[in-house]
Nanobody, 118 residues
Framework: QVQLVESGGGLVQAGGSLTLSCAAS????????MGWFRQAPGKGREFVAA????????NYADSVKGRFTISRDNAENTVYLQMNSLKPEDTAVYYC???????????WGQGTQVTVSS
């Protein structure tokens, strides 16, 4: 079982940037497809971005396309989410997730809070 720990969240003004990290332990995530999700207060969890195990393919929610970039460093067993041009509506708890040969994400981190002030 892989353990995922997110970091890098915080308070930032609108228009600012943050980089989230997701550090994996317990096993290598080099063959895991990885994703970022978020949950805003009073709302359900929503997809943000995903990256295939090889790093060759990425996918983004329309709401973050062009502003967020997902990347990975398999040697460091870490996945990143670079967030630029942040908006107040990006305020949420951000979760890292992974899946290995599964249809759904089955490994989840505890989340990191991102708050964007207007």
């Amino acid at each position: 079982q892989v353990q995922l720990v997110e970091s890098g969240g915080g308070l930032v003004q609108a228009g600012g940037s943050l980089t989230l990290s997701c550090a994996a332990s317990g096993r290598s995530i080099s063959k895991y497809d990885m994703g970022w999700f978020r949950q805003a207060p009073g709302k359900g969890r929503e997809f943000v971005a995903a990256i295939r195990w090889s790093g060759a393919n990425t996918n983004y929610a329309d709401s973050v396309k062009g502003r967020f970039t997902i990347s990975r460093d398999n040697a460091e067993n870490t996945v990143y989410l670079q967030m630029n041009s942040l908006k107040p509506e990006d305020t949420a708890v951000y979760y890292c997730a992974g899946k290995f040969g599964a249809a759904v994400y089955d490994s989840w981190g505890q989340g990191t809070q991102v708050t964007v002030s207007s």
